[in-house]
């Protein structure tokens, strides 16, 4: 017999950080293990009392992936998916979430951090962060993903337009 998935109705409020560093070959993104199946995720988690969102974020990527630094208070972008909260039972049961995503530039990464058993990380070219993971929306963040450009800017937006021949 198949499993039931119930689904919440009205999605939750998620944060999220998308840690980053600059690399040899550019901007490098670090990609952390779900505990739950191992897929590849950024770190993310629920808003917190007190806390401002990209606080909340520098938080959950300290707790989940052992990163320390600069987050930015401007969000990235959004993805929606589904958390799945009931495992490994006849019915499960999923709350669609919609995550704000925000950068943060690693200064710091550490080997001891809350969730290392948990847990493994990765760095990945935004490109090929972007093939590792599931949700479409996070594939379109991380495969756009430049930290040179400025923020709510689409590479189209600031590349100069070329003029052609006989148009002014």
């Keep these: 017999m198949p499993k039931t998935i119930e689904s919440a109705a009205e999605p939750r409020a998620q944060i999220a950080a998308l840690c980053w560093r600059a690399?040899?070959?550019?901007?490098?993104?670090?990609?952390?293990s779900s505990r739950e199946t191992g897929r590849w995720v950024i770190?993310?988690?629920?808003?917190m009392d007190g806390r401002s969102a990209p606080?909340?974020?520098?938080?959950?990527a300290w707790e989940e992936?052992?990163?320390?630094?600069?987050?930015?208070?401007?969000?990235?972008?959004?993805f929606t998916y589904d958390k799945?909260?009931?495992?490994?039972?006849?019915?499960?049961?999923?709350?669609?979430?919609i995550v704000e995503v925000f950068p943060l530039q690693v200064e710091k990464l550490a080997?001891?951090?809350?969730?290392?058993?948990?847990?493994?990380?990765?760095?990945?070219?935004?490109?090929?962060?972007a093939r590792r993971v599931a949700e479409a929306e996070l594939k379109a963040l991380l495969a756009g993903?430049?930290?040179?450009?400025?923020?709510?800017?689409?590479?189209a937006e600031i590349?100069?337009?070329?003029?052609?021949?006989?148009?002014?």
């Excluded at 690399?23 to 670090?30: C, I, T, Y």
């Excluded at 969730?115 to 490109?127: C, I, L, S």
């Excluded at 993903?145 to 590479?155: E, I, K, V």
């Design 84 to 97: 799945t909260l009931k495992r490994d039972t006849k019915n499960e049961c999923s709350q669609p979430c």
């Design 65 to 78: 992936a052992g990163v320390k630094g600069q987050i930015a208070t401007a969000k990235l972008g959004h």
């Design 145 to 155: 993903f430049n930290p040179a450009l400025p923020a709510g800017a689409q590479p």
């Design 111 to 129: 080997t001891d951090f809350p969730e290392q058993r948990q847990r493994r990380r990765k760095w990945f070219a935004p490109d090929k962060a």
């Design 55 to 60: 606080e909340a974020a520098a938080i959950e």
């Design 159 to 168: 590349r100069p337009q070329k003029r052609r021949k006989g148009k002014s």
């Design 23 to 32: 690399g040899k070959s550019g901007a490098e993104v670090l990609l952390i």
């Design 43 to 47: 770190p993310k988690g629920w808003p």
